[in-house]
């Protein structure tokens, strides 16, 4: 068992920085595939970013290629989303998510495949 819990979320203005972490507790994560999705109100659930276990290839959605950046640090069991040039679009409740698997195949662009998830931690973008 995994549990995770993410912090990091806050309100802040279009093209700022955030943050986000997240935390992982039970077992080890180096071998899994970790990932971020969000999910607006109102709208599904969404893949932002992923990172394969082991050889840590990193996946983006192509809504924050080259504005995000994920991240994991094994020692500590934790990973991170580095949001860079936040847009309102931008605004959801943001999940970190773990699946037991390592390498990253196209299903793990969806949600369905995922082993645990967070709580979710919340990014407000103003205008």
């Known amino acids: 068992q995994v549990q995770l819990v993410e912090s990091g979320g806050g309100l802040v203005q279009a093209g700022d920085s955030l943050r986000l972490s997240c935390s992982a507790s039970?077992?080890?994560?180096?071998?899994?595939?970790m990932a971020w999705f969000r999910q607006a109100p109102g709208k599904e659930r969404t893949f932002v970013a992923g990172?394969?276990?082991?050889?840590?290839?990193?996946y983006y959605a192509d809504s924050v290629k080259g504005r995000f950046t994920i991240s994991r640090d094994n020692a500590k069991n934790m990973v991170y989303l580095q949001m860079d040039g936040l847009k309102p679009e931008d605004t959801a409740l943001y999940y970190c998510a773990a699946d037991e698997n390592s390498y990253f195949r196209d299903l793990h662009y969806t949600d369905i495949v995922y082993d645990y998830w967070g709580q979710g931690t919340q990014v407000t973008v103003s205008s």
């Open positions: 990172i394969s276990g082991i050889i840590n290839d990193k």
């Open positions: 039970g077992r080890g994560i180096s071998s899994k595939i």
